[in-house]
């Protein structure tokens, strides 16, 4: 019986109550590698992550180590600081971590994750970087370009967006594009009707009331719940019969109490409803029948859109770069408004308030849409191509 091939895959963090679009992504990975592979998922420490991949079965280690933010913001201290990770003691348990497990290939997980790809270089390991974010645009761009491409065999971006500064000859075609998905079967569709009268009955949502909702892994600045609580006051006057949803970790406590300020200087407070994280999605997303996406920085992908069209739901959205483009790539441009645009947001809503079978049946076409541009299938023909070039390389190496 042939001996699988070993790989690593290093998470940037592991947050003890919530998991953010990168750790889902990660998850989904590993476990759609360990189909094939001997998987061992890195983390920095223990948390939600780690639980749901141990489910899994996915074997876990732990290894903490700094991030290079200045990567991600193109600064050009990157060089400096990550010069100092290289000399530090982090730096060389990797190697030991690397040394130990003898992994055949490594997987490491967002920009600021750079280290482990370093260490994993010195090794002699073949790397897959998976970039989740736009790296910001400047000067030094180049010079984040230039990093990673210096300790990547394969660059993994989840959008053309998130590809665009990685264009050209200085990445000498390392570059891939394979978008996010999902297992469907994980999220039980036949408990989705089920999961919509509990969660309404607990919120004293009626049958006869639409609920539109705000998801986020945590309540922050950049995902606009400031710009949803606005869009949610001047739609309350006009449909009485409306309550709004905003679901995500309120860790950040100054932020998420200025929104709670805000929600209460609304026409009707308790028409806005606080709801905690959710690692469950499909005893959340059934209980919508609008999601609204207002992301006010460039979003790399957009995960709680695909998961609101994945539920059947109309997405309204910012047009924030990888949102924006999954929201064309499903057809539904007409559905974007400009960052910032409450109105336009307004706008959008009331036109679908104003018809609920015309929404259900956009619902009911996103759910397609999701399938056909982001669905498995589109997944695996994607993936099993790279692994493809992975195993290639891989053999290769193991021959000399």
């Known amino acids: 019986m042939s001996v699988k091939s070993k790989v690593m895959l290093f998470s940037h963090i592991c947050h003890p109550a919530r998991m953010s679009g990168a750790e889902k992504w990660l998850l989904f990975l590993a476990k759609t590698l360990s ?21 899994k079965g996915i074997r876990i280690a732990i290894q903490d180590s700094p991030l290079l933010w200045s990567l991600y913001e193109s600064s050009q201290a990157m060089h400096q600081e990550f010069a100092k990770q290289e000399s530090s003691n982090y730096y060389q348990s990797l190697l030991t971590l690397l040394h130990i497990h003898r992994p055949d290939w490594v997987m490491v997980n967002t920009s600021v994750n750079a280290l482990p790809a370093a260490a994993a270089k010195k090794a002699g390991i073949p790397v897959v970087w998976i970039i989740d974010e736009i790296l910001y645009p400047g000067a030094h761009q180049i010079d984040a370009v230039r990093m990673v491409n210096h300790y990547a065999d394969w660059i993994i971006g989840i959008s053309e967006a998130v590809l665009a500064p990685f264009k050209g000859s200085i990445v000498n075609n390392k570059n891939r594009l394979i978008y996010p998905s999902w297992n469907d079967a994980e999220l039980h569709p036949e408990r989705w009707e089920e999961n919509r009268r509990c969660l309404r009955g607990a919120h004293n949502i009626g049958d006869h009331e639409t609920l539109i909702g705000l998801i986020s892994g945590m309540i922050s600045v950049h995902k606009g719940i400031d710009q949803f609580i606005y869009m949610a006051d001047m739609l309350m006057s006009h449909f ?155 053999y290769g190496l193991n021959q000399q």
């Not at 189909?35 to 489910?55: F, H, I, K, R, W």
């Not at 009485?240 to 026409?267: D, H, M, R, W």
Request: aromatic letters at 10%; a negative charge.
């Open 240 to 394: 009485p019969q409306v309550k709004f949803l905003i679901a995500g970790s309120p860790e950040i406590t100054e932020y998420f109490n200025k929104c709670k300020v805000l929600a209460y200087s609304t026409l009707d407070p308790s028409r806005i409803i606080f709801h905690s994280f959710e690692s469950h999605i499909e005893q959340l997303y059934p209980a919508l029948d609008v999601v609204v996406v207002p992301s006010m920085i460039d979003e790399g992908f957009g995960m709680t859109a695909l998961e609101g069209m994945i539920f059947g739901k109309p997405v309204v959205a910012y047009d924030s770069a990888g949102l924006g483009e999954l929201l064309k790539n499903t057809g539904n441009e007409k559905f974007l408004v400009p960052k910032g645009d409450v109105g336009g947001l307004w706008q959008i809503v009331v036109d679908l308030l104003q018809n609920k079978e015309r929404m259900l049946e956009i619902g009911t076409k996103n759910r397609k849409a999701s399938i056909e541009s982001f669905g498995i299938d589109k997944f695996q023909n994607r993936f099993n191509n790279l692994l493809q070039e992975i195993d290639a390389v891989v």
């Open 35 to 55: 189909e094939q592979y001997e998987v061992v998922l890195v983390v920095p420490c223990c948390g939600m992550l780690s639980v749901e991949a141990e489910t």
